[in-house]
């Protein structure tokens, strides 16, 4: 993948296909401590301890489409590549937390890329699932929970495309605020 943010597209797919109702996303850049944390946590249908030692193998998957599964062991390459870590904890029934961090100067870190349009693609693709998205910038942050933007809105979906260039203008607007337009 070229971009972090793929990366939080692809893990973030995993957990709706396993189930999740809500999927909290949570960006950190911290220029102090040179580094950018990305946690996704979700609840859906979690992983057994077999599973959850399998599944930073390339090797498996438990789609039927297919005999690979190549986005959780990138993004741990990924992690681990740029001077960071990665560790992921599950729980049957409960959900997962998948945890990335990246040294940001490293020159072998991928870029984060247009967060923006993932979280916004996200939110208006997959109605049937609440995101809290969070978004970090040294002592700077902002918020969009779907579910606030629910209990406003009522019945009209996300995907309305008055609500739909909303959210987009919303996550633009906030990024900027919060990082002065940082190119990631």
Do not use: W
Request: hydrophobic share 40%.
């Amino acid at each position: 993948m070229t971009e972090l943010s793929l990366n939080v597209l692809d893990i973030t797919n995993n957990s709706i296909v396993a189930g999740a109702s809500l999927v909290i996303i949570h960006i950190t850049i911290n220029t102090a401590m040179d580094l950018l944390t990305i946690q996704i946590k979700d609840n859906g249908n979690g992983m057994t301890n077999e599973q959850l030692k399998a599944v930073v193998d390339p090797f498996f998957t438990t789609r039927t489409t297919r005999k690979v599964g190549l986005g959780v062991p990138f993004f741990k390459f990924q992690a681990e590549a740029a001077g960071g870590t990665f560790h992921i904890s599950s729980t049957v029934g409960e959900g997962t937390t998948v945890d990335a961090s990246f040294v940001l100067s490293h020159i072998d870190r991928m870029p984060l890329g247009d967060i923006t349009s993932t979280i916004h693609s996200l939110i208006t693709c997959n109605l049937a699932v609440d995101f809290d998205y969070i978004y970090t910038y040294d002592d700077q942050s902002f918020e969009l929970d779907t579910r606030t933007f629910r209990t406003i809105l009522n019945d009209i979906p996300l995907n309305t495309k008055e609500v739909s260039t909303y959210i987009k203008e919303y996550l633009t607007e906030n990024k900027i605020a919060v990082d002065g337009g940082a190119i990631l």
